[in-house]
């Protein structure tokens, strides 16, 4: 699904990833843990093919160079990142934003556009199922939510656009454990053999509702440990101190 | 490059039916015009729209047009039902108020006010000295209009180099209501000067809502000049999307004349290539517990041109006077250029008055937001700019009135 292999990053003339390798399969879920500044945040705008950075090595999303790649092409691909921050968009109501968005994708894919009344029945059905309040939909995109509700917000987009790579950036920030268990449901009941997941957390809280399959130790710029579901919790009690 | 423009004296002589007092005010008017000449940047109300050098760029001739036009096929719009006033080349051509109880609205030819006093705008004097048409609106008192009120304002396809100076009046009296929507639908593929004057009268607990919006691009040149006088308790809107035209200039003065009165002037504005808009208010609040409220929106793209002068004046005596403005522009090219004048004139001292103004590009981290969901650059910039533009739509309570700007908008977005 994705392979990284000495993926350098830069911006403003500031190394931030330095030599990171990392490969995801199909079906697999990573979490990457690592302290602030360590490149958690860059290594998700790269992938999603934010711009103003300086970029080599390799990065290849199901075989091919993402480099390249504008990031609504990357969208359109199959690459989602839930932001950290989701930004707010006055007058934009989401309802439209996220049939916009849809229709976007599936039109890139050759597939045929769902008109409003099919949007409707499968924005509802996703809402039910994440347990969802339908208001947000009326509502103008993020601007005013709550940050539990923008959150949401991001695991609903998910849902709806179905991708086969999600990159969760730090999604459990600033989340009570209501949301904190909506945004886990979200995920778990994507997964399946095809869908591979990216979790960048602080904290160890989130894993204990999404179980990864390995967890990565992100540290100036290089995955400097890799392990299975207990090097969280072992992280949870030493801090990262102890791995410089 | 035009030659000079001159109008002779003997063009009053040519107006029918008017007495000797009229004919001086028209003299004075426009010996006055003829002293100045277009308004040019040296004047400060047109210090970010030098007329005469627009008039000297786009015209190679200008002459005065005559009553005598072919009347056009009228389409009436299907979207909502309404009553009309059909303008051709600004003269009032026919009217229709079907909806409604036609003993309490009278419509007639402009009856001639010639008591005002001479501006200092030398348009608004070229208005004065040659106006001989346009129409003058009442509404009884205690009359609500059932459906809203369209004007239908043709410009016809043989006008070529011309100045059309026409004069309108409306008046509402007590407790009446009355929503119009001024829809201007232009065949000429000619340049052409549209020079309007027009008076507004809110007589006590009565409302006036318009909504100006064009029916297509025009090569027209616009300059209107509004005269809002309220009474008691009256309530004035006035929203304008009058994208799509070459030049188009808004000059709306509002006086707040007794207690519990409120204005309000909204605007939504897309200007593409070669466009240039000015909306210039001065809003005088004269007596105490009055409103008003300014919101004027603009999308700038290409080499466009957009300005906002907005004065509030409080007079002493206007205690308790609210008075909210603020302009913002989204300049989507780096040529195009925004100009803003707020300003702020307060004699009393128990007022709120809140003044704003903001010029911006694109935000790059909402282009990358909605991006990262499938959408490419230019959806991405039309989604913005329409949000931008959008709680200025959201002013419109008639759903299908809503619907139909909407499109509107959506069509000069889309370039259509």
Redesign the interface.
């Known amino acids: 699904m994705l392979e990284i292999k000495n993926l350098e990053a830069s911006i403003n003339d500031k190394k931030i990833l330095k030599g990171l390798n990392l490969s995801i399969n199909p079906g697999e879920v990573h979490a990457i843990m690592g302290p602030n500044g360590s490149g958690k945040s860059t290594l998700a705008n790269v992938l ?4 103003g950075y300086e970029i080599s090595g390799e990065l290849k999303f199901q075989g091919e160079d993402l480099k390249e790649l ?3 092409k ?3 691909k199959g690459i ?2 839930a ?1 950290q921050y ?2 707010e ?4 109501n989401t309802n439209n ?1 996220l049939k ?3 229709n ?2 599936l039109k ?1 894919k050759g597939e045929n556009e769902l008109d409003t009344l099919s949007f409707l029945k499968l924005v509802k059905e996703k809402c039910l199922e994440l347990g969802i309040d339908e208001k947000i939909l009326s509502r ?2 993020n601007v005013g939510f709550s940050g539990g509700e923008k959150k949401k917000n991001e695991i609903l ?1 998910m849902k709806i ?1 179905d991708p086969n790579l999600c990159i969760l950036d730090e999604t459990d920030s600033g989340l009570d454990i209501d949301a904190l268990k909506i945004v886990a449901k979200g995920v778990n009941s994507s997964r399946n053999k095809k869908k591979s997941f990216l979790v960048i957390t602080h904290y160890q809280r989130l894993l204990d509702y999404i179980k990864p399959d390995f967890v990565h130790v992100l540290s100036n710029g290089k995955i400097v440990k890799t392990g299975c579901g207990e090097l969280a919790q072992e992280l949870e009690k030493t801090g990262y101190e102890k791995l410089n | 490059m035009m030659q000079d423009f001159e109008i002779n004296s003997s063009r009053i002589d040519k107006i029918k039916k008017i007495s000797e007092k009229e004919k001086n005010y028209r003299t004075q008017n426009l010996d006055f015009f003829k002293s100045v000449g277009f308004p040019n940047k040296r004047l400060e109300d047109w210090k970010f729209s030098d007329f005469k050098d627009i008039v000297n760029k786009n015209f190679d001739e200008l002459s005065i047009q005559d009553l005598s036009y072919n009347t056009p096929k009228m389409n009436l719009l299907k979207d909502f039902d309404h009553n009309y006033i059909f303008l051709v080349n600004g003269s009032l051509h026919s009217s229709n108020f079907n909806f409604e109880e036609k003993k309490k609205i009278k419509i007639n030819i402009y009856d001639k006010d010639i008591n005002q006093q001479i501006s200092k705008n030398p348009l608004v004097c070229l208005n004065h000295a040659l106006s001989e048409n346009g129409y003058f609106l009442e509404v009884e008192r205690n009359y609500k209009f059932k459906k809203v009120l369209i004007i239908y304002n043709y410009f016809t396809k043989d006008i070529k180099n011309k100045i059309l100076n026409n004069k309108n009046r409306i008046k509402i009296n007590e407790n009446s209501e009355l929503h119009v929507i001024e829809y201007t639908v232009n065949e000429s593929k000619f340049n052409f000067i549209s020079n309007v004057h027009e008076d507004i009268e809110l007589e006590k607990n009565s409302k006036l809502k318009s909504l100006y919006i064009q029916h297509d691009k025009s090569n027209g040149f616009f300059h209107k000049y509004i005269k809002n006088k309220l009474f008691y308790n009256s309530d004035y809107s006035n929203l304008i999307f009058s994208s799509g035209l070459k030049f188009n200039k808004l000059d709306i003065e509002c006086d707040l004349i007794e207690d519990k009165c409120n204005c309000n002037i909204m605007s939504a504005l897309f200007l593409k290539k070669g466009e240039h808009q000015e909306i210039k208010t001065r809003i005088n609040h004269l007596a105490p517990n009055c409103t008003s409220f300014q919101k004027i929106k603009k999308v700038l793209n290409s080499d466009s041109k957009g300005i906002f002068q907005g004065k509030i004046y409080v007079k002493n005596v206007a205690q308790k006077t609210n008075a909210y403005q603020l302009s913002k522009a989204l300049l989507i090219n780096d040529d195009a250029e925004f100009n803003s004048k707020p300003e702020l004139e307060i004699y009393a001292d128990d007022v709120k008055c809140t003044h704003g103004s903001t010029s911006g590009n694109i935000d790059e981290d909402a282009l990358y937001y909605l991006m990262a969901r499938g959408l490419n650059r230019e959806e991405s910039v039309k989604l913005l700019v329409k949000g931008f533009l959008n709680d200025i739509i959201e002013f419109i309570k008639n759903p299908s009135i809503k619907i139909f700007v909407e499109n509107k908008l959506e069509d000069q977005i889309n370039g259509r």
Do not use: C, D, H, Y
């Open positions: 999603s093919g934010k711009n504008p990031v609504e990357r969208a359109q989602f990142l932001f989701p930004l968009i006055p007058g934009v934003f916009t968005s849809l976007s994708v890139s103008q995109l987009q656009l």
